[in-house]
């Protein structure tokens, strides 16, 4: 016995409804992130290279922006035998855009998930929430 088909309603996926951001306001962060990580992140969290180095480490701290968030991500070297490859880049923390001034903060976990930590805050508290939160600073 044949089965009977039938064609139903299949609404496609909604749009994205995540504000755009203004190319003015991402040079804005990029140059406020860019001093935090110059004058504080870098001095603290990069050290000269181990003398005897076994395990990964990191060398530089860079910010990026792809689509609508901003990243702070680390670069770490690998210096054993048995290296995929001789460096690696790693984000880990994200500020996603949510319209005005304010951002959502998430930090990456050892899942490879990222986890939000607050949603709508401003830019300054953004700042000062990756001064200070010891989930947004490299580890």
């Avoid at 910010?63 to 901003?70: C, L, P, V």
């Avoid at 990456?108 to 401003?122: A, F, N, Q």
Wanted: charged content about 25%; proline content about 9%.
């Amino acid at each position: 016995m044949a089965s009977k088909k039938s064609w139903v309603y299949s609404p496609g996926k909604p749009r994205s409804s995540k504000p755009k951001i203004s190319e003015d306001l991402k040079r804005q962060v990029q140059e406020k992130f860019d001093q935090l990580i110059d004058t504080e992140f870098k001095p603290k969290y990069i050290k000269a290279p181990p003398e005897n180095p076994r395990f990964n480490y990191l060398v530089d701290i860079f910010s990026q922006w792809h689509r609508s968030s901003f990243y702070i991500c680390g670069k770490y070297h690998c210096p054993g035998p048995n290296a995929i490859s001789p460096s690696f880049d790693s984000k880990f923390s994200r500020f996603e855009y949510a319209g005005g001034d304010r951002f959502n903060i998430s930090y990456m976990r050892h899942t490879g998930k990222w986890w939000p930590i607050r949603e709508s805050v401003p830019l300054d508290e953004c700042l000062e929430e990756a001064k200070s939160n010891v989930f947004l600073l490299p580890q």
